[in-house]
């Protein structure tokens, strides 16, 4: 089945340092990849996507490339703000295949807490 | 145009009750797919509508269950609360097409805690 891996955390930096989260991925087929962000107290907003090989998919200075050859999916930013600070998941969805299991449903990693000092 | 909302934002019950969650979806969008949140098992599938009929369910027992009526809006119920039903349940909404790309986007969530 589908899964995805991402980086220990928490992770913590000084504002304005160069940011690297670890993501990777199993699946079948052609996935699509996305990253979300969550604050406290809120649910997942949609940070960035990419949805075939060798596709960046950016926001809000927020960066990721889709790597089949490595099932890779980092997500970086040159220079974080303490306003960055939040929770992090990678995640995958599948074509839908014959039997509809993939329907709807996303794969999540476990997520990265991300802290951002002043 | 209005994002997901979820309602109520927060709830509290005890063990063996019921409970009844609501999901309304960005305009337009067909299905809605729910995911239960806790901190030992992350972010979980429950399941996923799409015109009112359920096209997916994840690995949950079926004190889990859910409907979806023609305006696209979805209710989730838990039967028989257990402790361990406490966390945070998120609905997203989204076209609803079969290919991957298909882009969920989430409401604030309900938090259920159980005593």
Known sequence: GNSVTQMEGPVTLSEEAFLTINCTYTATGYPSLFWYVQYPGEGLQLLLKATKADDKGSNKGFEATYRKETTSFHLEKGSVQVSDSAVYFCALSSKTNAGGTSYGKLTFGQGTILTVHP | ?115
């Open chain 2, 1 to 115: 145009k209005a994002g997901v909302t979820q309602t109520p934002r927060y709830l509290i019950k005890t063990r063996g009750q019921q409970v009844t969650l609501s999901c309304s979806p960005i305009s337009g969008h067909r299905s809605v797919s729910w995911y239960q949140q806790t901190p030992g098992q992350g972010l979980q599938f429950l399941f996923e509508y799409f015109s009112e009929t359920q096209r997916n369910k994840g690995n949950f027992p079926g004190r889990f269950s859910g409907r979806q009526f023609s305006n696209s809006r979805s209710e989730m119920n838990v039967s028989t609360l257990e402790l361990g039903d406490s966390a945070l349940y998120l609905c997203a909404s989204s076209l609803g097409g079969t290919g991957s790309t298909d882009t969920q986007y989430f409401g604030p969530g309900t938090r259920l805690t159980v005593l």
